[in-house]
């Protein structure tokens, strides 16, 4: 999928065994990696980019949402406080933060949780 920004383009790639890895579509060359063993994203993400560069990730069995700006800094990892918000299946970004769309183990919808730009819960719909 696509990060970095308008500038700096980068294409990302996610190996659910490996990890992270940024690549310069100009050159091909690896910019950054983050290895499975220091952030595990889970088997399927989600993602957001904004106009900074940071990317919102997460995913099926993975994580809350993470940001990593566009040099592979993790600026922060979210919780959402719940443990039947299993599946988050889709994002998007508003003024007020990354809505989140979660999903229960057993198929159900749990409902949205929106985080703020420092990955602070903001709000909870349960549907």
């Not at 992270?20 to 980019?49: C, N, R």
Request: net charge negative; proline share 3%; glycine share 14%.
């Amino acid at each position: 999928f696509i990060g970095g920004t308008a500038d700096a383009p980068l294409v990302l790639m996610y190996n659910a065994c490996k990890g992270l890895t940024a690549i310069d579509p100009a050159t091909g060359d690896v910019k950054w990696e983050i290895a499975k063993a220091t952030l595990d994203l889970g088997g399927s993400i989600s993602h957001v980019l904004d106009d900074k560069g940071v990317t919102y990730i997460g995913g099926y069995y993975g994580p809350d949402p993470v940001a990593i700006d566009a040099d592979g800094n993790v600026l922060w990892q979210a919780s959402s406080g719940s443990a039947e918000a299993s599946w988050l299946y889709r994002m998007e970004l508003s003024d007020e933060g990354i809505a989140c769309s979660y999903g229960k183990m057993a198929g159900e919808e749990y409902g949205t949780i929106v985080y703020d730009f420092n990955g602070n819960i903001v709000s909870i719909v349960n549907e």
